[in-house]
């Protein structure tokens, strides 16, 4: 059984600077498609980033240039660097998991048909 686990969330002005942790066990990363997802109040979760098991990332274009997705050379945390925080990246962020062959199908990412999520870390921004 996958266990993800998020750290890192926090409050932060506009502008500022936060990195997001997930804790990857149970599983051998290396086969598992990796990704972060993001769910404001009243709004539908959305894709952030994902990085496949050669990886080769991908991000949604909100977030591209300002976020950059990575995991350590043990594949066992990922990472998400969010620079220039805005108020709308205010969410709850998840991290998911896909055993789906490793890579970053739509279905995945941006869908969000995950076979794993963590509990979510709290980001807000404010202005």
């Known amino acids: 059984q996958v266990q993800l686990v998020e750290s890192g969330g926090g409050s932060v002005q506009a502008g500022g600077s936060l990195t997001l942790s997930c804790t990857v066990s149970?599983?051998?990363?290396?086969?598992?498609?990796l990704g972060w997802f993001r769910q404001a109040p009243g709004k539908e979760r959305e894709g952030v980033a994902c990085?496949?098991?050669?990886?080769?990332?991908s991000s949604a274009d909100s977030v591209k240039g300002r976020f950059t997705i990575s995991k350590d050379v043990t594949e066992t945390t990922l990472f998400l660097r969010m620079n220039t925080l805005k108020p709308e990246d205010t969410a709850m962020y998840y991290c998911?998991?896909?055993?789906?062959?490793?890579?970053?199908?739509?279905?995945?990412?941006?869908?969000?048909?995950?076979?794993?999520w963590g509990q979510g870390t709290q980001v807000t921004v404010s202005s």
């Open positions: 990085i496949d098991n050669s990886g080769r990332s």
């Open positions: 998911a998991a896909d055993r789906s062959g490793g890579r970053c199908y739509p279905e995945f990412f941006p869908g969000g048909r995950a076979d794993y």
């Open positions: 149970g599983y051998i990363a290396k086969y598992l498609a």
